[in-house]
């Protein structure tokens, strides 16, 4: 029922913001519902929407974990029907980062989420003894790729879903570029893409959203170029249960959600895949060992939101953030990379 109300909600706002968009030096923007999220598409010279869109519709039937037709849920039905190289690359990268974040990323916790009820959007505390033994069927360390194929006990299901907008947002850009596209943003929920150079020079201004109050921002990104930023956080999907807040991202090592003192996590990168999957790994880790991991790895930026309205930025984009000057409680705060 929630979700049909959102769907209503959003269908009058795209119908209202699409009948009064049109072309100016600023961008004109197209906005859709794919992928369970709003996809907003700002396009500077071509109007690449109608493809960007039927690539989406593709890659939904391929990893939508809630659609018994598509792809991923016909593999987590009976683990032998064939799966693309579209996902066997999404597979294999995300056992992979699992690899690199010591598990805290990791795709095969779908009966968890399922059990917080997470996919079908009702949801309930379970019992400890109940998660302790769902947890056990789950692991990215009982998945293994052998000739193409992926092998695994039959009580493993993958969800793609925390690298999955990723990827597909790295895939429209590549549609786009290759139909001649020559500057776009790509914003797929939390996950944004930009794409060539503005037509007047000046640079891309990407926000990042408040997690206390998401119709308002802690601060602006402003840089030349193709990137990646993508954000998770406590605050994009949850409940709560005798005062206390459950979030949609799991721990893997204890099958709970995630409690921080992190609100959110804003990965900056050149790969969206990795943005993606990076973001939720680091928002598992929590502030240190998400730093530790930075020191340890060179190929991302990020910002950290916390729960007291601190924020902290890595080396690699401090000239390029700009605190939201309109709030006096937020404190801004760098760290280094150093040499590892
Ligand atoms: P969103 O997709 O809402 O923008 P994320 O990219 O952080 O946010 O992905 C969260 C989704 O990933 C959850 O809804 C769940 O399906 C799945 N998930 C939850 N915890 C983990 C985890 N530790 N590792 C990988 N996937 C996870
Ligand atoms: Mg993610």
Redesign the pocket.
């Known amino acids: 029922m929630k979700k049909i109300i959102q769907y209503i909600i959003f269908f009058i706002i795209a119908t209202l913001f699409l009948t009064s968009c049109s072309a100016t030096s600023h961008g004109f923007d197209k906005s859709f519902y794919r992928f369970g999220t709003v996809v907003n598409l700002r396009f500077y010279d071509k109007d690449g929407s109608a493809a960007a869109d039927r690539l989406l519709q593709d890659l939904e039937l391929l990893w939508d974990a809630t659609a018994p037709e598509s792809e991923l849920s016909k593999w987590n039905a009976d683990h032998t029907s064939p799966l693309s190289e579209k996902t066997l690359h999404l597979i294999q990268q995300s056992i992979e980062i699992s690899q690199i974040t010591n598990g805290?990323?990791?795709?095969t916790?779908l009966p968890i989420?399922r059990l917080w009820g997470?996919q079908e959007g009702v949801h309930a505390v379970p019992k400890n003894e109940t998660v302790e033994s769902v947890l056990e069927k789950c692991g990215y360390e009982k998945l293994s790729i052998k000739e193409g194929s992926i092998i695994a006990p039959e009580e493993v299901l993958l969800?793609l879903?925390?690298v999955a907008?990723g990827y597909a947002a790295d895939l429209i850009a590549d549609e786009l570029k290759k139909d001649g596209c020559k500057a776009c943003v790509i914003s797929l929920?939390?996950?944004i893409r930009t794409v060539g150079r503005k037509p007047d020079g000046s640079k891309w201004s990407i926000a990042i959203r408040d997690p206390k109050d998401t119709a308002s921002y802690v601060g602006t990104l402003h840089f030349y170029g193709e990137r990646s930023i993508v954000t998770?956080g406590s605050y994009?999907?949850f409940f709560e249960d005798n005062g206390r807040k459950y979030c949609?991202?799991?721990?893997?090592k204890t099958g709970f959600p995630v409690l921080s003192e992190l609100s959110s996590v804003t990965v900056i990168c050149s790969d969206g895949l990795k943005a993606?999957a990076y973001?939720?790994?680091l928002?598992?880790m929590g502030r240190d060992k998400a730093i530790d991991f930075y020191k340890n790895t060179s190929d991302f930026e990020m910002i950290l939101v916390y729960e007291d309205g601190s924020v902290e930025i890595s080396e690699g984009i401090a000239s390029e953030f700009q605190l939201n000057d309109s709030y006096d409680t937020l404190t801004l705060s760098t760290i280094e990379r150093g040499n590892p």
Request: hydrophobic share 40%.
């Open positions: 805290a990323f990791d795709m916790l989420s997470f969800d879903g925390a907008k929920g939390g996950n998770s994009q999907q949609h991202i799991i721990d893997p993606d973001s939720t790994a928002f598992v």
